[in-house]
C-alpha cells in the first residue's frame, strides 16, 4: 500500500476546494464544461460540502485506517450499523491468500449469526422506515407502475418465504430464479436469504447453466413472460426447454413457481405442465405476512451466480452472508454518497451481480428508495431513461458505458426520421434535454471502461454539468466496489475509476509478479481480502484457485489489465488476455476504442489483435456508427487517422470492418472473445454465444465481413 498512501498523500496535500486549485488548469462542476484539454473535473464547492467524505484529506484518514487495521475498521462498521443475533467469534478475518502456504481460505465475522434479508427489512422498519417507499416498479409501457413501502416489501417477503417453506425448501436449498426485472425478482432475492435458501439468479439461457448445477436445485422460480421494448419474451417457454435439458442430466425440479405478468401474457396461453407448475398468485398470497427468520452464520452461502462469460465458459461464484453484506451497503453508501431523501435508480438487471449487490442488497440495506424498470431503455423512445428519472426524481442514476454510447448515438431526435412525429411535437430539441433532469445528483457506470468521450458526454449532457460520475470498478468475484470515485472528496478524470476504496489494495505487477510502482501499467491484482470477496466457485475450489491465485502467488490476480497516471489514478485498459501486441508495442483494447469512440459518427467501438506477418499481432476494429451515417471509404480513414493522432502510428487500425451492432453479454458487455473469432475468419470456433443479448448480429458481422 506504500505506494499508494504516496499517491493518496500527495492528492491530500490538495486544498479540497477546488476553485483555489488554478494551476491544475482546473474545471469547477456547474462553471464549465468538461472538455479534452482539461485533466481534473472537480466537485462543487457546494456538493463537497455535504457529501460523507469531503475532502481526499477525510479519504486518506479512512483508508489508512482500513489498511492497516483491517479487523478493527470493519468490525466497527459491522457492529455499528447491521444486526448481529450473536457476534463473531475472536477473529474478524482468518484467511489465506497464498497458494504456496495451502489451501486458499477468506472468512469474515466467522461465528456472527445474522440474516441479510432481516437487516434489509426489519431492522430498517424498526428504525422507522416502515412507510418509506423502498421500490418504486416502473413498466416496460409508460404510464403502468406500481410501488412498495419498506413494510409491505416485508409482508410480501414472507408470504414468499412461508410458501418456499411449504414446499419443502429449507436452509441451504439451491433456488432458481429466471425472472424478468419485477418487484417479484428481488421479493424473490429478500425470501430466499429470510429462510436461508441460496438463490440463484439467471439472466442467460439457462439449460446452459442447470446442466452444470449440481447443487440440486427443487425450484423453479420464473414467470410466463415480459415485455421488452416492443418485444414479448416468453420465459416459461425457456425455463420449459431448459427443465427438460436438466432432466437429462438428472436434475429433477419438483415444483415451477410461474408468475402471471398480466401485461405481457394471460395464464390461458401459457404453456403448462400439471403438478409441476404453479401459478404464483395463486398459492403465495394466501400464506401469512409474518415469517420468522432463519439465523445463519456469517459463512454460510448466500448465493451462487454465474459471471457474465465475457471471456469463456460463466464461472460460479459463490458469496456468503456476512461480509458481502457489510460490503456492498458500504460501498453502496461512500461511492453514491448517499442520503436518506436519495431516489435510486440501477438500470442493471438482477440477472448479474449488479443488480444483486446495488440493486437489491446495497441500497435495501441502507434503506434506500429504489426504482426498478421492466424494460428496454430506448422504448418507446430514447428519452425513456430520463423520463423515468423525472418521474420519480431519481437523484442517483447508475448505468452501464453502453447504454451511455447507446443514448448518446440516438443524438439529436431531430435527426431521425423515424422519430417524426416526435420532431414535430418537440422541435429541434434533444432526448435528454427535453427533460429536466434537475433531480439528478450523482451518476454512476460499470461493466466496462468508459470511453472518456462518452464520459464527458454523460457529465455535460445529462448531468448538465454538476453531477460526479462514480465510474466504479469491479467484478462478480469482487462483490462489490473496489476501484471507485467517491463523489465529494477528489476531482475526477474521464475515463479514470480513480482510487481504490476502504480496505482494498490494488497493486500492478508485471509478467514476473513483481509489484511496480510510479507511472506504470500492467496486471491488476489485489493484495489482502476485503468482506465481499467471494469464497469459491461453485463445486471447483481448484479452479477457484488456479484462475485468481495462482497466475501471481500471494495476490488475487483479476485478468484486467490497469495503469497509474502520475497523480496515482487508475485507469482499468481491458482484460490481460485482450491486450495486442505490435511490433513490440503492447497496447489496451479501451485505447484504441475510445480513440475510435471520440470520433464524432463513431458510436462504438470494438477492438482485437489479428495474426499480422510483419507486426506479429495487427488492429482489427469493428466500428458502429452514429445513427444514419453511411459507410465509405473515407471515413475508414478518417476513423484511421483519429488513432494514429491521438494514440500514434502503431495503434492505427489495419482494418475496419463495419459493425451494425456488437456481440454483447446481458449484461452489455462487448464479447471480445467471438470477434476475434470473426476477425480472423474462425467461424466454426466461435465458441459459447448462449450468452450473448442477441446472437443474430454474429450472423450480420459475418455478412458484412468483406464489404
Ligand atoms: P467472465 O469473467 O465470465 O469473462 P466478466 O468478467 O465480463 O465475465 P463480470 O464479473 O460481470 O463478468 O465483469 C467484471 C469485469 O468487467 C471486470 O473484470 C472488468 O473487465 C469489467 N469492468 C467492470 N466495471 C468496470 C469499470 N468501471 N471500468 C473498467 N472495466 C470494468
Ligand atoms: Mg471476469
Not at 444486526?83 to 481460505?105: A, H, T
Not at 427533460?435 to 439528478?440: H, Q
Request: net charge negative.
Amino acid at each position: 500500500t506504500t505506494n499508494h498512501l504516496r499517491h493518496v498523500e500527495s492528492m491530500a496535500s490538495l486544498p479540497s476546494g477546488a476553485g483555489k486549485i488554478s494551476h491544475l488548469n482546473a474545471v469547477i462542476l456547474g462553471e464549465a464544461l468538461a472538455s479534452e484539454e482539461n485533466d481534473f473535473v472537480f466537485p462543487s464547492d457546494d456538493f463537497s460540502r455535504q457529501a460523507l467524505i469531503p475532502s481526499p484529506h477525510k479519504y486518506l484518514e479512512m483508508y489508512k485506517r482500513s489498511i492497516e487495521d483491517p479487523a478493527g475498521f470493519w468490525s466497527g462498521i459491522a457492529s455499528s450499523q447491521f444486526y448481529w443475533k450473536q457476534k463473531w467469534g475472536d477473529q474478524v478475518c482468518s484467511e489465506n491468500l497464498d497458494v504456496r502456504k495451502g489451501d486458499i481460505k477468506i472468512e469474515w465475522f466467522k461465528g456472527g449469526i445474522t440474516n441479510i434479508c432481516y437487516n434489509c427489512l426489519d431492522r430498517n422498519i424498526d428504525a422507522g422506515l416502515a412507510d418509506k417507499i423502498a421500490l418504486y416498479w416502473e413498466s416496460n409501457e409508460p404510464g403502468f407502475d406500481a410501488h412498495l413501502t419498506y413494510s409491505q416489501l416485508l409482508h410480501r417477503v414472507c408470504q414468499l418465504a412461508n410458501y418456499l417453506k411449504s414446499i419443502g425448501v429449507r436452509k441451504g436449498d439451491a433456488v432458481i430464479v429466471y425472472l424478468p426485472m419485477l418487484m417479484e425478482l428481488p421479493i424473490t432475492m429478500l425470501a430466499c436469504a429470510r429462510i436461508g435458501a441460496v438463490h440463484s439468479v439467471y439472466i442467460l439461457l439457462p439449460h446452459k447453466i442447470v446442466e452444470k448445477l449440481d447443487c440440486k436445485p427443487k425450484v423453479v422460480i420464473t414467470c410466463n413472460a415480459v415485455r421488452r421494448g416492443p418485444k414479448t419474451i416468453n420465459l416459461k417457454d425457456i425455463v420449459d426447454a431448459a427443465l427438460v435439458e436438466s432432466a437429462k442430466n438428472g436434475i429433477s425440479i419438483d415444483v415451477c413457481l410461474t408468475y402471471e405478468n398480466q401485461s405481457a401474457l394471460k395464464r390461458e396461453s401459457t404453456k403448462w405442465q400439471e403438478g409441476r407448475d404453479v401459478w404464483w398468485e395463486d398459492v403465495v398470497p394466501k400464506y401469512p405476512t409474518t415469517c420468522d427468520v432463519e439465523w445463519v452464520d456469517a459463512e454460510d452461502p448466500l448465493f451462487l451466480l454465474y459471471t457474465s462469460g465475457s471471456t469463456g465458459k460463466p464461472k460460479g461464484v459463490l458469496h456468503t452472508t456476512g461480509g458481502y453484506m457489510v460490503y456492498t451497503a458500504t460501498t453502496f453508501k461512500y461511492a453514491f454518497d448517499y442520503k436518506e431523501s436519495d431516489v435510486y435508480w440501477c438500470t442493471a438487471d438482477c440477472g448479474w451481480i449488479t443488480g444483486h449487490s446495488y440493486v437489491t442488497y446495497g441500497p435495501m440495506l441502507n434503506g434506500a428508495t429504489v426504482v426498478v424498470y421492466e424494460g428496454a431503455p430506448n422504448y418507446p423512445d430514447s428519452g425513456r431513461c430520463w423520463d423515468i428519472v423525472d418521474k420519480y426524481k431519481v437523484t442517483i442514476f447508475y448505468t452501464a458505458p453502453t447504454l451511455v454510447r447507446s443514448l448518446m448515438r440516438d443524438g439529436d431526435e431531430a435527426s431521425c426520421i423515424s422519430n417524426l412525429v416526435y420532431t414535430l411535437k418537440y422541435p429541434v430539441q434533444n432526448y435528454v434535454t427535453r427533460y429536466s433532469r434537475k433531480s439528478l445528483r450523482v451518476l454512476g457506470s460499470v461493466g466496462e471502461p468508459i470511453n472518456p468521450s462518452a464520459w464527458r458526454w454523460f457529465f455535460n449532457v445529462v448531468g448538465g454539468s454538476r453531477c460526479p460520475i462514480s465510474d466504479t470498478w469491479w467484478q462478480t468475484e469482487t462483490g462489490g466496489f473496489m476501484i471507485t470515485p467517491l463523489p465529494g472528496a477528489w476531482p475526477q478524470k474521464p475515463g479514470s475509476a480513480t482510487f481504490p476504496f476502504f480496505g482494498v489494495q490494488p497493486v500492478i505487477v508485471d509478467e514476473k509478479g513483481t509489484e511496480i510502482d510510479g507511472e506504470c501499467s500492467g496486471y491488476l491484482c489485489v493484495k489482502g481480502s476485503w468482506p465481499g470477496a467471494f469464497r469459491t466457485l461453485y463445486g471447483d475450489h481448484e479452479r477457484y484457485e488456479t484462475t485468481y491465485f495462482r497466475p501471481f502467488p500471494g495476490y488475487y490476480f483479476t485478468g484486467d489489465g490497469c495503469s497509474r497516471d502520475k497523480d496515482g489514478y487508475h485507469w482499468l485498459t481491458g482484460r490481460v488476455d485482450d491486450v495486442i501486441n505490435v511490433s513490440g508495442h503492447r497496447i489496451g483494447t479501451a485505447e484504441v476504442e475510445s480513440a475510435l469512440v471520440s470520433h464524432p459518427q463513431c458510436a462504438e467501438a470494438a477492438v482485437v489483435g489479428v495474426e499480422h506477418e510483419v507486426k506479429g499481432q495487427g488492429i482489427y476494429a469493428f466500428v458502429t456508427l452514429v445513427e444514419g451515417v453511411p459507410y465509405s471509404e473515407e471515413l475508414r480513414k478518417s476513423l484511421i487517422l483519429t488513432v494514429r493522432n491521438q494514440i500514434g502510428a502503431f495503434a492505427a487500425p489495419d482494418k475496419i470492418h463495419w459493425a451494425p451492432g456488437l456481440p454483447k453479454t446481458r449484461s452489455g458487455k462487448i464479447m471480445r472473445r467471438i470477434l476475434r473469432k470473426i476477425a480472423s475468419r474462425q467461424l466454426d470456433e466461435l465458441g459459447d454465444i448462449s450468452t450473448l443479448a442477441e446472437p443474430g448480429v454474429v450472423d450480420q458481422l459475418i455478412a458484412l465481413a468483406d464489404s
